[in-house]
Each structure stands twice: as structure tokens, then as C-alpha cells.
């Protein structure tokens, strides 16, 4: 597959490292460290801020917010509800990462109340993304049809869940992104298909978890009012990161190695690079 002529990966790459967009970011306790430094890598500036007292402050300045369920506790979950509409009613764009949204009830809820809090962009992997779409009641349709996801690991692949992430975009008005051994993106009028990344990639604890950063990243730089510039945004984002992945595992001899590597191939990413080594393609969604 080769790169999409409507997508510019260079411009929106150089936009991130020129700008070092402020990404807020309540996330889990396990993934702050990573995520942090992966976004310092890629040049934006991370904030890692879970305290309801000030949240809705950093998401007003924020360039994006992002969300992770990974970690879950009712102060936590109001942290989150303050911080996501604080985000909309600054134009904050905001990304949710729904971890493990089928496993239990509680997650359910709350994946159901932070959904209706209308984010930009959803991230997930298959798992996660079939099992929130079960929990909008305008798709409860699929709850017959899909697997459920009973952790942070995929049990699906991303293809499977492309008719869900759909329908899901359809219905939420977000951008929909499944990530796992490929990726795809849609807003429910198109899909985006990246390869790329590495099978050490699942190995080290949080890549996944900071991948939602990095789209932050990449959308705060996007034009907030158009859906499908935010399609474009989050392509952008997972196909630098596929890149970062698939290059860093070609001088990996492990996980640990991996991690260095990587941090170090998204700092080294630079825009000649990124366009000659991205795969996707983008075509309507049926």
C-alpha cells in the first residue's frame, strides 16, 4: 500500500515539532511515564494531571486532552467527566481511550457516560472498540455479533471490528481508530488502512496507551470543525507511529532494546522518512 496523494504526512509531522502542542493527559498510573517521554520524543508537551481541582483549567489551554480508563476510581471518573466537557466547551479536541471497556460493569458505565461527552477521537484496540460499540444504544444492533473484550489485549483483530468501528463513528460523530497488528481509521464515510509497527511493539508495557497521546498530539494541530481533518490528523498520527515501530524493531533484540529504540527512532523521525517508509491507503467505507 502506499501513502494517500490528500494526506500530507510531512506538513502534519512538522506542525507537531514546530508548535509543541500542550497535551493533556489523565491516564492510567502504569502508562505516565511512557507516554510521557513518547511524547516528549515526538515533540510535544506532555501533562500529566488527574486532579479534578485543575483539570478543566489544563484542558481549556490544552493544544488536545486525552482519556484513559486503564486505571479506574470514582475520583478519577469525575476528574475525567470535568476535564471532557471543560474540552468542549473550550474546542478542546479530545481523544478516548476506552481500556478494557467490556471487562466489567464498571467500565461499561463509565465508557457509556464518558461516549456521550462527544470525543473527537476514539482509539482502541479491536476488543475495546466492538464492546463500546455495544454500549451506544443506537448500535446495540452488534451486541449479538462480536466478541468481548475481557482486557487492555485484543482478542479480535482490527478487521474484524471495521463494520462496529463504522458504525460507531456513525453514530458518536467521532473518529474511530482500531490499532493492532494493522490499523485502521474511519469517520464512518471513509476508512484509512496503515501497516507498519512491529510484533515487539504489544511487549512493552504502555506503547498503546501513549499511542492515544501522540493523536492527541497530531489533532491539536487539525482543524477542529472539520471531521475530516481529524480523519487526516489521526491517519497522520498512527502512520508515524507504524513507521517509528517497524524501524525500531529492525535493530531490536528484545523488548527492553525496543523501548530505547523506539524512543529514539520517533525523536530521529523526520518528514523524508516518514513519507517513504508509510503504508496506508484510504478508500470509501462500505
Not at 474511530?176 to 474511519?186: K, P, Y
Amino acid at each position: 500500500m502506499t501513502a494517500s496523494p490528500t494526506l500530507d504526512l510531512a506538513l502534519r509531522l512538522n506542525r507537531v515539532r514546530a508548535n509543541s502542542p500542550l497535551i493533556l493527559n489523565i491516564t492510567n498510573h502504569v502508562s505516565m511515564n511512557v507516554m510521557a517521554n513518547v511524547l516528549l520524543a515526538i515533540g510535544a508537551s506532555p501533562a500529566m494531571a488527574h486532579a479534578k481541582q485543575e483539570v478543566a483549567e489544563f484542558a481549556a489551554m490544552a493544544g488536545a486532552l486525552t482519556i484513559n480508563i486503564g486505571t479506574l476510581s470514582p475520583r478519577w471518573v469525575d476528574a475525567m467527566e470535568i476535564a471532557a466537557r471543560a474540552a468542549l466547551g473550550a474546542q478542546t479536541p479530545w481523544v478516548l481511550d476506552p481500556v478494557a471497556v467490556g471487562a466489567t460493569s464498571y467500565r461499561q458505565e463509565v465508557g457509556a457516560q464518558l461516549l456521550r461527552l462527544s470525543p473527537s477521537v476514539i482509539r482502541g484496540n479491536a476488543s475495546e472498540i466492538l464492546s463500546l460499540a455495544k454500549l451506544s444504544d443506537q448500535a446495540s444492533s452488534l451486541h449479538q455479533q462480536h466478541s468481548r473484550g475481557h482486557g487492555v489485549d485484543s482478542t479480535t483483530t482490527s478487521h474484524s471490528a471495521q463494520e462496529a468501528a463504522i458504525l460507531l463513528a456513525r453514530y458518536s460523530g467521532a473518529v474511530v481508530a482500531v490499532t493492532g497488528e494493522s490499523d485502521l481509521v474511519t469517520d464512518g464515510q471513509k476508512i484509512a488502512r496503515i501497516d507498519g509497527g512491529h510484533a515487539l511493539m504489544p511487549k512493552v508495557t504502555a506503547l498503546g496507551c501513549s499511542l492515544t497521546g501522540v493523536v492527541g498530539a497530531w489533532i491539536a494541530q487539525a482543524d477542529t470543525e472539520s471531521t475530516d481533518d481529524i480523519f487526516l490528523a489521526t491517519t497522520a498520527a498512527l502512520a508515524s507511529y507504524a513507521v517509528a515501530g517497524e524501524l525500531a524493531g529492525r535493530i531490536a533484540q528484545g523488548p527492553g532494546s525496543f523501548s530505547v529504540a523506539f524512543l529514539d527512532t520517533l525523536y530521529a523521525l523526520d518528514s523524508n522518512t516518514l513519507t517513504q517508509h508509510a503504508r496506508l491507503e484510504i478508500t470509501d467505507a462500505r
